[in-house]
């Protein structure tokens, strides 16, 4: 949770004293969203509140008569559904602009479209009517929605969104039935090698304000996508740091995703990752590489492999516009070479029988390095400059001495990351510094709950 503070025009945002209020109290295992397989969204105009304090006027697609959402609804729905969306065009038309038509394209989806008027991608619902699209979800993935009227205008202003297939159990996929202790939620598609225990939406874009200014002030006929010049980068609508703040926070009403990963040691992050916007983003995991299981729901495997064959270990991802990746990230401390908890060996009941990778069952500590000091002395605390998450010591799950004022922003001890954009510009908000496309990630020790 954020509190803004109005100074000199621009928006303060302070982090209160807990960071129990963002995580890990807030955090979700599944991503939030709205199940189907019908769904009621209507195109609708409102504004954003951006990280440099700015408000962003917009349109979005809103989940029936609710408010307009950035990014739209994430629709979630299950394998073999029969998926039908009724698109209600409800965008003002401001004097100075024509009236405009508005549709819904769902890449990877092999759709019907059925009244509204016909436009040049598929059918379209023109002011105040409305278009229903049918199709089947039949493979799981993640892939992305977005409109398909003049899209480079109308995605730039917000019409965007996610679509999740989950994968189906049984007789359609027996694979998945041979862990009861793994829902099929658990699994991202028809394999047990693409099983998660957590997963995170990353839908990235960016936006150029001038247009959205030339658009509220009745000069849409103005914009000129030449000379088109993003100053902003979101994840799921926000920008850093509202990015960690709590899922449906009444400060961002239109902006309803967070993106604030958590997981435990040893545990699977299913990283679902979408090109939102018309540029690449290079987007960087700390901690770990993680590992690109699919794109385009799509697993990376031949045919005849019974592993995900294809699969692609890195520490960067580059996004692409339209296109989505699935990725598995995991932390372990494995050969850090120091004892990830701080033990000095003496400890009973640890790493007596190792798992067959070597981590203790219970606390997932690499055993080989159990005892093992942490490599260098730390500076007298005088000398120290304090982050914002530092516990008051490197190890997981233990707290150490703090100055005077300091503290409670890591309550659990937690091991934190930076995961970002890699292009220096995108760490900005309109030229400030740090901001963009950018959260943490947090490892959390075990037994802390992670809703």
């Not at 993106?259 to 990283?271: F, N, S, T, Y």
Request: proline share 9%; glycine share 12%.
């Amino acid at each position: 949770m954020h509190k803004p503070v109005i100074k000199n025009g621009y928006r303060i945002t302070v982090l209160l004293v807990m960071l129990l209020v963002i995580a890990p109290v807030t955090a979700n295992a599944v991503i939030d969203g709205i199940s189907g397989p019908t769904f009621n969204l209507t195109a609708k105009a409102g504004r954003i509140i951006t990280g440099d304090g700015d408000s962003i006027y917009m349109w979005g697609y809103a989940n029936g008569s609710g408010p307009m959402q950035y990014t739209g609804p994430t629709l979630i729905v299950n394998q073999g559904d029969t998926v039908v969306v009724n698109l209600t065009n409800n965008i003002p038309t401001i004097p100075g602009n024509t009236a405009v038509n508005t549709s819904i394209i769902f890449l990877g989806q092999l759709v019907t479209a059925s009244v509204g008027t016909t436009g040049l991608l598929t059918n379209e619902a023109p002011p105040g009517g409305s278009v229903t699209y049918t199709f089947t979800a039949s493979n799981p993935g993640t892939y992305i929605y977005h409109s398909g009227t003049r899209p480079e205008l109308q995605i730039e202003m917000g019409l965007i969104g996610a679509l999740i297939v989950r994968p189906t159990t049984g007789a359609t996929c027996p694979a998945l039935t041979l862990d009861p202790n793994k829902p099929s939620r658990g699994y991202g598609y028809c394999h047990l090698d693409a099983y998660f225990d957590r997963e995170y939406l990353f839908l990235l874009s960016e936006m150029d304000p001038t247009i959205h200014q030339q658009v509220e002030f009745g000069n849409t006929a103005l914009v000129d996508d030449t000379t088109r010049f993003p100053v902003l980068w979101f994840i799921n609508g926000r920008n850093l740091p509202d990015t960690m703040s709590a899922p449906m926070s009444p400060l961002l009403p239109n902006q309803p995703y967070d993106c604030m990963p958590q997981a435990h040691p040893g545990e699977k992050v299913l990283i679902r990752m979408i090109g939102g916007g018309r540029d690449l983003h290079p987007y960087h995991t700390h901690g770990n590489n993680h590992t690109v299981i699919a794109r385009d729901g799509r697993l990376l495997k031949t045919a005849a492999s019974s592993v995900i064959d294809l699969s692609v270990s890195d520490f960067t991802t580059t996004s692409v516009p339209g296109e989505t990746v699935d990725a598995i990230w995991t932390w372990t401390g494995k050969k850090l070479g120091w004892d990830i908890y701080g033990h000095n060996g003496t400890e009973t009941g640890i790493c007596v029988t190792p798992d067959p990778n070597g981590f203790d069952p219970v606390t997932y500590e690499y055993c080989p390095d159990h005892g093992k000091p942490f490599p260098v002395l730390l500076p007298n605390q005088q000398e120290l400059t304090d982050g914002m998450f530092w516990s008051g010591s490197p190890f997981l799950g233990t707290s150490g001495p703090l100055p005077p004022g300091e503290g409670g922003y890591n309550p659990y001890a937690g091991l934190f990351f930076m995961w970002h954009s890699h292009s220096e510009k995108e760490l900005t908000n309109n030229n400030i510094f740090v901001g963009g496309m950018a959260t943490m990630a947090v490892v959390l020790p075990p037994g802390v709950l992670i809703p």
